[in-house]
């Protein structure tokens, strides 16, 4: 696409792709040798390799924290393993860190398909919804990502959502669409009395540029009679919002909403105080979908709002273990003393993804087979329907999202409980509490 394309979107399609260039630059040309290295090893034919990226360090690792718990929940579930096509298969993970990084993503991807030769790749987290997939198509690895919205999949592959989208050869993804939660958000925002004006700020990575981007929240302000103040995209790196809460301010914005980190968002809220900016709505994506973020706000953290990808409020049931989603829920409180975190449903709802898909290949050691089985996978997983079959969006499984907010408990087990007050795009639901306003 030529640097001077007007056509929409053709600024966040050209940010994408020269991201994914730069991220996956060593591995396109391993890719394009296409030849296999003479150190690869071969896996058993009787065991199943799953490779599995995920971020034990860096600005994604909340999205990870989960992962080892769910893998404990599911060995029970493989220990006698998978039998397929007549034949009985043991299943063995080979897990790599790719440190929220998308150039380590290309690095350790690089590793599961050319050394340990995987037959399967599940990624769950932002970073390899991009990196990983480029070596996954060039080298027909079967890849199942997660927890991002599809526009950034797409989008960040350097595709363009629309009729001429086709999907990709062998990465597919499941995750929730930007339309859907930018519906959500604008409905919580319906049902409190404020000025309309909008104050938006968004990281610059491939999540944030899709609630940023054309597709992303913008059009749906304007439908609903909202006027934005936009103070554009930031680094991960920024922990100076000063020039971002000036124009908020010199707004008159009632209402704000970003993608932060948790470490950003507790600097944007300290900062937001000192400057005496006081927003009546607080909306924020990734940080805010985690209990530690509301935590260390203090009390400062009551009547903020987000969305809601996965709670125990879930109407679904997981195919593996058969637990609701609140006993799983209950579970994973039990076991660690912790509170329920989102990724759980969705590290979880991978795997039942994935070893769905296994089983019916009918030859899980033929990632064509493989693939043809992930593309034509419908079932209901303990975070709702995973369906890949009828979708409207090439290799893309929507899954369903609705709106939330964290809200403080009176003697509870935990000081905030983040409950479902917005279900526009998902009415089956229930909504557990009207919005308030922050005092």
């Known amino acids: ?35 296999p290295l003479p150190n690869v090893a071969r896996a058993a034919s009787n065991t199943i390799k799953v490779g599995y990226i995920e971020a034990r360090s860096g600005f994604l690792s909340q999205f990870n924290v989960v992962d080892d718990w769910v893998y404990d929940q ?49 990624g769950t987290n932002g970073s390899a919804v991009v990196a990983a997939g480029p070596l996954a198509d060039a080298r027909g690895m079967p890849l199942l990502t ?23 050869p062998f990465h597919f993804h499941i995750g929730f669409g930007v339309a859907d939660l930018m519906d959500n958000y604008v409905g919580m925002w319906n049902t409190v009395e404020t000025n309309k004006t909008v104050g938006t700020l968004w990281m610059d990575n491939p999540a944030g540029r899709s609630f940023g981007g054309p597709v992303g929240l913008s059009p749906h302000l304007a439908k609903g009679g909202y006027k934005e103040v936009k103070a554009g995209f930031f680094q991960p790196s920024t922990n100076d919002f000063s020039n971002q809460l000036s124009a908020f301010k010199n707004g008159k914005c009632d209402i704000v ?14 900062q937001a105080a000192q400057t005496g900016y006081k927003p009546k709505v607080a909306t924020v ?9 509301v935590e260390a706000l203090g009390n400062y953290g009551d009547g903020l709002s987000t969305e ?14 058969g637990q609701s989603a609140r006993e799983f829920a209950d579970s994973w409180e ?18 039942e993804a994935a070893i769905a898909a296994l089983k019916a290949s009918g030859d899980p050691k033929d990632k064509k087979a493989v693939r043809d089985a992930i593309k034509n996978l419908d079932i209901t997983t303990v975070a709702g329907p995973v369906n890949f079959k009828t979708t409207k969006v090439p290799n893309v499984a929507i899954v369903v999202t609705c709106g939330g907010q964290w809200v403080r408990t009176q003697g509870g087990k935990f000081k905030y409980d983040l409950l479902i007050v917005s279900n526009s795009t998902a009415p089956n639901i229930p909504i557990q509490a009207k919005l308030k306003l922050l005092s």
Not at 308 to 321: D, H, M
Request: overall charge positive; glycine content about 10%; charged content about 20%.
């Open 146 to 168: 997660t927890n991002a919205p599809w526009e950034a999949f797409v989008i960040g592959r350097g595709a363009r959502p629309g009729p001429g989208y086709k999907g990709f």
């Open 1 to 35: 696409m030529k640097g001077d394309d007007k056509r929409p979107g053709a600024e966040t399609v050209d940010r994408g792709r020269r991201n994914l260039i730069k991220a996956g630059g060593a591995v396109a040309l391993a890719a394009a040798a296409n030849l």
């Open 334 to 351: 039990k076991s660690t003393g912790k509170q329920w975190t989102q990724p759980l449903g969705y590290v979880h709802q991978i795997w």
């Open 285 to 293: 994506a990734a940080a805010l979908l985690f209990p530690s973020a």
């Open 74 to 122: 599911i060995k029970p579930v493989l220990k006698d393993g998978l039998k397929i096509g007549g034949k009985t298969y043991q299943v063995e993970l080979v897990k790599k860190d790719n440190q929220s990084d998308d150039t380590q993503t290309s690095r350790v991807m690089s590793e599961l398909v050319l050394r340990e030769n995987c037959d399967i790749v599940l």
């Open 308 to 321: 809601v990808w996965w709670t125990p409020a879930w109407p679904y049931k997981s195919s593996l273990t």
């Open 257 to 270: 909403v970003g993608y932060l980190t948790t470490e950003q968002l507790v600097q944007f809220w300290n």
